[in-house]
């Protein structure tokens, strides 16, 4: 059996546009070019039958080693804790006050994005401490 190479992340959500530039943001990560023919998604995305504009958006590691980030429109809403977040590792490495000051540093940058602080764990003896957060959406995540 061959191993598996490559993985894409899925997100469901409201609206995926927005989220994906969120998390492009977030990461350094790019929205993909258009499909060949169209200059824009946008141009792209009103060829679409009503009910399916608007409802996915991509956003890629322009390295190519990250995961590619898919957004897709769901009718409901989020109604309880993620079973599956991303850590965003920005402290490795550090530890103690240094490490929450990057941690709390890059806490604001991205609460100046629309994320929402949810709380600081502190380093317990066996986990370094990380901080909570929240996209756009209310999709946990961590900074790490």
Not at 57 to 71: E, K, M, N, Q, Y
Request: charged share 25%; hydrophobic share 40%; net charge negative.
């Amino acid at each position: 059996m061959a191993s598996v190479r490559q993985i894409q992340v899925t997100f469901d959500c409201t609206e995926p546009e927005r989220v994906a530039r969120f998390w492009c943001e977030v990461l350094g990560y790019v929205v993909p070019p258009p499909p060949e023919g169209f200059a824009t998604w946008d141009e792209f995305d009103r060829t679409l039958p009503p009910e399916h504009q608007g409802a996915a958006f991509a956003c890629a590691d322009p390295t190519g080693v990250g995961p590619r980030l898919f957004f897709q429109r769901v009718p409901e809403g989020k109604v309880v804790k993620n079973r599956l977040h991303l850590d965003v590792r920005v402290g490795t490495g550090l530890v103690g006050d240094e490490r929450v000051a990057v941690l709390e540093a890059e806490c604001a940058r991205l609460v100046a994005l629309g994320a929402v602080r949810v709380r600081l764990l502190r380093a317990d003896g066996v986990n370094e401490s990380c901080l909570v957060m929240q996209d756009v959406e209310g999709n946990e995540f961590c900074l790490d």
